[in-house]
Structure formats: structure tokens, C-alpha cells
């Protein structure tokens, strides 16, 4: 099939397929260069997408924990600031309650030393001397001595009777004149009251009885202070003063720094009973009432603190605790606070509590403060969970319960994962929780915040530099979503992957790679079905791994690959073409002057064939002549002696000459040929440096435009504040290569440019030079012609002068041997015909390959 073609057809798909093969070859390896340039670009995108977000993720959740420890500090400044206030508050109380008593032991004293008191020299009864009726020498005397300043003392120091007994127990005098006067402590109904055990222990020294019922006032509680009353160191009988609750309870009750939940109450212990010792204002609580806790227990004990704890009602509060140091008494002061109050006050002037402001401020759902027993009795929210007990109620499966369980176990900070919550609705939340922890290692209560995940929403969701299919997404260790999905919020979002975890689950390479702890990159099938680029990285969120994801389609990242697969083709088009009218002209240039050779060898070989015929006639024709020429040659031969050595001397000369003609001519034209390839060659330089300067030019503009979109992020990252600084570093990184790169796309455009300038001397040398080659050609040609006419005329001219020559000098022989010389001669002519005749089957055969027949 091939030999069919024509010479022409085979040069034309030769210089084809030299020239389209390697064009191809060079396209391809440039695509592969391309394409593997375009994907490394957007690996590199996406990995610095991934390590920016990763920082700032990273940066979120530390900026969590410290604001767990700025939470932790406020509620510990609170605190510690309402255990200051409660002890000063207490200790005033507590001096005051001492200075009461103080008083009280001191005016039992005076009256017991009283003179007017101890001028009597007994209790016992005299009989009135008007009527004979049986009365007390005291009583007949009050009016004029006793009475009215008995009344004032005790009502101006506030005592709720004032007694006096004799010695056998007989009360012989109260202010009140109650129905307890009269009656005797020894033997009577008032035997084993509180003011007989005054009375008995107060023949003998002062001394006081804790409050206990006292029938004659409707069994109120009572406080009986007693003193002996002496005269010549004789007992005469007792002096009792009867306190109430009134002035305790002023006491205690005072407001000044109990905000609104705080009070103050008093508890007495006797006979191993505890009791109130003062009447409750913020929860039921009555004198005589009873009352127990691991508190009153450590001051009864002497000891003094504050301590968080769980009040009589339930609820969660700070409790200081204090011994009160009065003689006779065993009692304790407490004063408490509700720990909600002290830890979230509502500061002067505004309405929200500061942890209100706070969670408004950072952005969190909500902040819990919780007992280590579970009760969270503190709720910024107060959603459906507030007052609940975490550890045995109804939320006791949420992500908060397990992680209060993980912190009191710990006593260290804690996370917890998202996971669906029921007091917000069922949306996933987040966690965080360190426990407050006191002088002994014991927890007091722990702190908590929700976190939502619409903070690491607007971070995860940031669109610059993604593109239009690119996204950022976490996923956790349950291979569910960690952050919405930009591309399907409808089956990848959070609450969507939590809420359908079939369909949400992702579990691809990348998640698998970055939950194993790798970093890397990858070319996969997304959980979309669509080819994506992937670069991935474990995430440590507070101790527990996510798997970070950057991804976008490959058909974006690679969009370039299509524009220039076309530039391709329009080249390889246009090659082709070029190609085809260059390789059809040189072909037809190569095969035209051979079909003009053919031409002429068929011509050639019919005239020898046409010339072989008359050298055969002619030869008969010269035998007959021959003897006629023997005469005339005769003559001739002494004077073409001397004529055919001068012939043949310039035979030589000429021959000589010819071949140095021969040599110049060849060395011309292998120098025009070099010109002509060089001429070329500087044409295709100058051409290729044009096209540099074009592409130079245009990297220039790349250069600069890159610079104004740097310059463009740099200001839109300024705007930004600091979660652009990142990008704003790397915005002046990629304007600094922009400027470099048209700097050095300046120089190369200089330098091309001097270049070309040379190269156009160099083409105007090359051609003055070719012309004048050509010129020397064309004349080297004339010359050779001319010497090789002068040449074959002379070896011509000599040999016919020799063979005169010998014909003159050997006439005898020629004109013998004529006959026989033209009989030869006529063979001669007839082999000459044959060889002809396979001469122009020869020149068949060249034609039929040069032409494919």
C-alpha cells in the first residue's frame, strides 16, 4: 500500500509525521505538567485554607477554656467577696449578740449589789397593819422605793420581767405582775422551768438558762439570767431577769450586707438537742425548732468557716458558721446566702446578671453552675433544665451529665462532645466544665457552658478563597458532622446528621486518615458522588478528635485544564496547516526537478537509441571513404604534429582548471546552504523571541493584576480585624511574589529585547551575506560551465588532432583496418541501441517510483 504512493505523498507524510509527532508528545507531557501543576495549586489552596480555619478552631476552643477560667475567677472573686461580706457581717452580729449578753450579766450583777435590794433583810411576809392582810415587805414598800425604777430599768434595757425570790423559792416581785408571782420553784407548778433551775443554781452564782418554754407567758420560749442577793454575806434571795427573742432577733435580723436571700439565725444545743435560737425571716424557722447540719456540728465543735452546702429547703447556700463565745450558753450563729445571689449579682443600674451579659457577649447558649450532688441551681437561660439534679433526673443521659460525672471524678477541666441536648430543643450542644475546688480538695460546684455550634459554625463557613464548590466541615469520632455543610445543610448539617445518622455519616478516606491523627491530601469520590480534591488533618477540640476536611470539586480546581486543552488544539491546527502547504511545497519542491531529469533521461535515451542507427549507417558509409581520406591525411600529418601537443597541453590545463572550479563551486554551495540555514534559524530566533516578548509581556500583566488582588485582600483582611490576620500575611506574601515576578518579567523583557535587536542585525548580516553567496554562486556556475566547455572543446580538439595524428602517422593501418573499423563500429552502434533501449527501462522505473505507478 505504501510503495503504491508517490514519492511526493511519502516526503509530505514523512515531514507530517516529524513534525505532528513530537507535537503531540510535547502537548501531552504539557498537559500532565498542567494538570499536575493545577493540582498541586489547589492541594496547596486547600491545605492553607485548612490550616488557617484549623487555627482559628484551635484558637476558639483555648480561648473557651479561658474564659472557663475567667468564669471560674469572676465566680471565685463573687464568691470569695460574699464570704467576706457574710464573716464581717457575722462578726458584727456576733460582737453585738455578745455585747447583749455582756449587758444582761452586767445588770444581773448591779441589781444583785444593789443597796436598796439588800436593805431588806428578808423576803418573808408581815401582815399590813391597817387590815391585818398578809403581804411582803418588798410589796408594801414598792411604790415609795422600788417600783418605779425596777419598771424603768426594765424597759429601758428591754428585759420582758424583772423577779425577785426568796431563798425558799418564793416569787415575791415581778415587774409584770404576771400569774407567775407568787408561786414557788421549789414545790410548785414552775419546779422544772428554766427560771427554777436560775433560781437554784442563783443562790449560789450568777448563771443563765438557754430558752425553753415558760408556761406563765403561754410557753413561749424564755432566757433566765439569775443572781444571788447577799447582805452581811448572808443569802437573802435571787434577783432573775427574763429575756425574750425580741432584741436577739433585732439583732440578728439586720439587712446590711444579706442581699436579698441572706439571713442570719441562732442555734443553741441542750441536753444534746439543737434548736433555734432565733427566729428564720427567708424560710420557716422558729425558736424552739429543730435543726441540724454538718455546719452546726463544726461550730458546736468550735470550729468557724464558710462552707457551701445544701440549706434546709433544698437549695444550694454559702454558710458561715461561727461558736458564739457567751458564758452558760451553747449556742452557734450561721448566716447564709443563696449561692445564685453571690455568683451571678444583678450589678448597680442594669437589669441582666453579669453572666447574662457574658454568654450575650461571647456568644454561648448558656452557663450552668451545679452542686457536685447534681442540682444546677444556677441557669443563665433557666431553660427546662434549671433546677433539675443531672446526675438522677430527667436529663441524666445528656452530654452535660456525663460530663459533670467525668469532672467530679477528675476534678480537672472537662469537654464534651456535640450531642443532641433536650432543654434546647434537641440541637446538638457542645460542653465545657471545671470544677471549683476548695482549701480541703473538695469540690464545691462546678461550672458549665454550652456551647453552640453556630460558633464554630462562622468559622467553619468562611468562603474566601474556596471557591464556588469548596467547603471546610468537621467530622467526630462518630463519623457524624461537627460543622454545618455549605454544599448539603439538608442531610449534612449538624442537627441533620444527628438526626438521621444513616444518611449523615460520612466515612471516607480523608475522615478515616485525619481521625487516625494523619495529614494529607488526596484525590477521592466525595460523599456528594463528585470528584473532589481533599486535604485533611486531625483536630484536637479540647482532648477529643475531630477530623478536619478541606475539600473542593476537581472539575473547579481543574477548570484551567479544559482552556488549555483548546490553546492545544488551535495549535496543533494551526502546526498542522503550516505543516501541510510546507511539506507539500518542499515535496513538490524535491519532486518537480527529478520528473525534469526523468524527462530529460527519456529524451536522452531516444536520441541515443535514433544516434546508434546513423552511427551504424554512417559506419558503412566511412569504410568506403576510407581510402579517399589516406591521401588528404598524408599531407596534413607533419603540420598536426606540432598542433595536437599544443592541443593536448591545453587540454590538460583546462581539465585542471575545470576541477578547481569544480571545488570552488561545491564550497559555494555548501556555503549558501549553511546561509540558508542560518537565514532560517535567525528568522525562527527572532519569531520565537517575539512570541517570549508577547508571553513576557503577559506575565507582566498576570504580575500586576495578582499584585492588585493581593493589595485588594491585604485591605479586605485589615477589615477584618484579627480573624483576617492570617490572610492578611498571606495576601502581602503573594504581593511580594507579584511584584517580584514583574520585576524579573521586566528584566527578561529587556533583555529579550536587546536580544531581538541583535538578532535583526544578525538577519540583515545573514542576508547581505546570502546575497552575496548567490551572487558568487551564480558566477562560480558561469565559470565552471565556461571551463568545462573550454575543457571538452580542448580534450575534443586533442583528440581529434591525435587521432589524425595517428591517422597521418599510421595511415596504412587505418585505411587496412577502415573496413574492419567500420564493421566494429556498426556492432558497436547495435550494442549502443540495446543499451539504449535498458536505459530507458531504467528511467521506467524511476518514473513509476517517483509517480506510484
Known amino acids: 500500500m505504501f510503495q503504491k504512493l508517490t514519492i511526493k505523498t511519502k516526503i509530505f507524510i514523512a515531514f507530517m509525521s516529524i513534525g505532528i509527532i513530537p507535537l503531540f508528545i510535547a502537548s501531552i507531557i504539557f498537559l500532565n505538567m498542567s494538570d499536575s501543576a493545577l493540582t498541586e495549586k489547589a492541594f496547596n489552596q486547600m491545605e492553607s485554607i485548612r490550616e488557617v480555619k484549623k487555627k482559628h478552631l484551635e484558637d476558639f476552643f483555648n480561648n473557651n477554656k479561658n474564659n472557663m477560667n475567667v468564669l471560674l475567677e469572676t465566680v471565685a472573686s463573687f464568691r470569695q467577696s460574699a464570704y467576706e461580706k457574710l464573716e464581717n457581717t457575722q462578726d458584727i452580729k456576733k460582737n453585738q449578740i455578745k455585747d447583749y449578753f455582756n449587758r444582761c450579766f452586767s445588770d444581773i450583777k448591779v441589781l444583785s449589789e444593789n443597796a436598796n435590794i439588800s436593805d431588806i433583810a428578808s423576803f418573808e411576809p408581815v401582815l399590813d397593819m391597817k387590815g391585818g392582810v398578809r403581804k411582803y415587805l418588798f410589796e408594801l414598800y ?63 452564782q450568777i448563771n443563765i438558762q438557754d430558752f425553753t418554754p415558760y408556761p406563765p407567758v403561754n410557753n413561749q420560749n424564755m432566757i433566765f439570767i439569775a443572781a444571788p442577793v447577799f447582805k452581811y454575806k448572808k443569802i437573802q434571795g435571787v434577783v432573775v431577769l427574763r429575756l425574750g427573742d425580741k432584741i436577739i432577733n433585732s439583732i440578728v435580723h439586720q439587712r446590711k450586707g444579706m442581699g436579698k436571700s441572706g439571713e442570719t439565725y441562732l442555734i443553741g444545743r441542750t441536753e444534746g438537742k439543737q434548736a433555734y435560737r432565733s427566729e428564720r425571716i427567708i424560710k420557716q424557722g422558729k425558736v424552739g425548732d429543730h435543726r441540724t447540719g454538718k455546719e452546726i456540728d463544726k461550730a458546736f465543735n468550735g470550729e468557724s468557716g464558710t462552707i457551701i452546702t445544701i440549706g434546709s429547703t433544698g437549695a444550694i447556700e454559702i454558710v458561715r458558721y461561727d461558736p458564739l463565745d457567751i458564758p452558760g450558753l451553747n449556742w452557734v450563729m450561721n448566716s447564709t446566702i443563696s449561692i445564685e445571689e453571690v455568683i451571678a449579682p444583678v450589678l448597680k443600674g442594669q437589669e441582666a446578671d453579669f453572666f447574662s451579659k457574658f454568654i450575650s457577649h461571647y456568644g454561648y447558649e448558656d452557663i450552668f453552675i451545679i452542686h457536685p450532688n447534681g442540682d444546677i441551681f444556677y441557669s443563665a437561660a433557666h431553660k427546662a433544665d434549671y433546677g433539675t439534679n443531672l446526675l438522677q433526673g430527667q436529663f441524666k443521659d445528656s452530654g452535660l451529665a456525663a460530663l459533670l460525672q467525668d469532672v467530679i471524678k477528675t476534678k480537672k477541666f472537662g469537654f464534651s462532645d456535640l450531642k443532641p441536648y433536650a432543654p434546647s430543643q434537641g440541637r446538638p450542644s457542645a460542653f465545657i466544665a471545671m470544677p471549683v475546688i476548695d482549701n480541703a480538695d473538695n469540690i464545691e460546684f462546678v461550672a458549665a457552658m454550652q456551647i453552640s455550634v453556630n460558633l464554630i459554625n462562622e468559622i467553619m463557613t468562611a468562603r474566601q478563597g474556596i471557591g464556588n464548590t469548596g467547603e471546610t466541615y468537621l467530622v467526630g469520632p462518630d463519623l457524624l458532622m461537627r460543622s454545618d455543610s455549605y454544599l448539603d445543610s439538608k442531610h449534612h448539617s449538624v442537627s441533620a446528621s444527628f438526626k438521621n445518622p444513616e444518611q449523615g455519616r460520612i466515612n471516607t478516606i480523608p475522615v478515616t486518615q485525619a481521625l487516625a491523627g494523619n495529614t494529607g491530601r488526596t484525590n477521592i469520590t466525595g460523599y456528594m458522588g463528585n470528584k473532589v480534591l481533599s486535604a485533611y488533618t486531625p483536630l484536637n477540640a479540647l482532648g477529643t478528635t475531630w477530623a478536619f476536611i478541606a475539600e473542593i470539586n476537581e472539575s473547579e480546581a481543574l477548570s484551567a485544564i479544559a482552556d488549555i486543552k483548546n490553546i492545544i488544539i488551535t495549535i496543533i491546527l494551526i502546526v498542522i496547516i503550516i505543516l501541510c502547504c510546507t511539506s507539500f511545497s518542499f515535496a513538490a519542491y524535491l519532486v518537480n526537478p527529478i520528473n525534469l531529469v526523468i524527462k530529460g533521461l527519456m529524451e536522452s535515451a531516444e536520441k541515443v537509441s535514433s544516434a546508434s542507427y546513423q552511427i551504424s549507417s554512417s559506419s558503412q558509409i566511412l569504410s568506403q571513404g576510407a581510402s579517399m ?68 509581556k503577559t506575565i507582566d500583566e498576570i504580575a500586576f493584576q495578582t499584585n492588585l488582588l493581593a493589595l485588594n485582600a491585604a485591605i479586605e483582611a485589615a477589615r477584618a480585624g484579627e480573624a483576617g490576620a492570617g490572610f492578611a500575611v498571606v495576601s502581602d506574601e503573594v504581593r511580594s511574589l507579584a511584584i517580584r515576578s514583574a520585576d524579573a518579567a521586566k528584566s527578561t523583557s529587556d533583555l529579550i529585547d536587546k536580544t531581538i535587536g541583535k538578532i535583526q542585525d544578525g538577519v540583515k548580516y545573514v542576508n547581505t551575506a546570502d546575497k552575496t553567496f548567490q551572487e558568487t554562486k551564480l558566477r562560480s556556475a558561469r565559470v565552471t560551465d565556461i571551463v568545462q566547455e573550454i575543457a571538452l572543446s580542448s580534450k575534443e580538439q586533442a583528440r581529434a588532432i591525435k587521432q589524425i595524428n595517428l591517422a597521418f602517422n599510421e595511415m596504412d593501418k587505418v585505411v587496412q583496418q577502415n573496413a574492419a573499423n567500420a564493421e566494429e563500429s556498426a556492432g558497436a552502434s547495435e550494442e549502443l541501441n540495446i543499451q539504449a533501449k535498458h536505459l530507458q527501462g531504467h528511467v521506467e522505473k524511476l518514473m513509476s517510483l517517483i509517480e506510484g505507478t
Open 142 to 204: 414598792e411604790e415609795q422605793y422600788f417600783g418605779k425604777a425596777l419598771q424603768k430599768f426594765n424597759q429601758e434595757y428591754g428585759y420582758e420581767d424583772l423577779l425577785l425570790i426568796t431563798k425558799k423559792g418564793d416569787i415575791v416581785y415581778t415587774v409584770n405582775k404576771g400569774p407567775d408571782l407568787g408561786q414557788n420553784l421549789i414545790t410548785g407548778e414552775l419546779k422544772d422551768t428554766g427560771l427554777a433551775k436560775a433560781f437554784n443554781q442563783g443562790l449560789t
Open 629 to 696: 581520406q589516406a591521401a588528404s591525411l598524408e599531407e596534413s600529418a607533419s603540420s598536426l604534429e606540432e598542433i595536437s601537443s599544443m592541443s593536448l597541453q591545453n587540454a590538460d590545463n583546462a581539465g585542471e582548471a575545470a576541477q578547481l572550479v569544480k571545488k570552488t563551486n561545491k564550497a559555494v554551495t555548501q556555503a549558501n546552504e549553511a546561509m540558508s540555514d542560518l537565514t532560517g534559524a535567525m528568522n525562527e530566533i527572532s519569531g520565537a523571541s517575539s512570541e517570549t516578548s508577547v508571553i513576557i
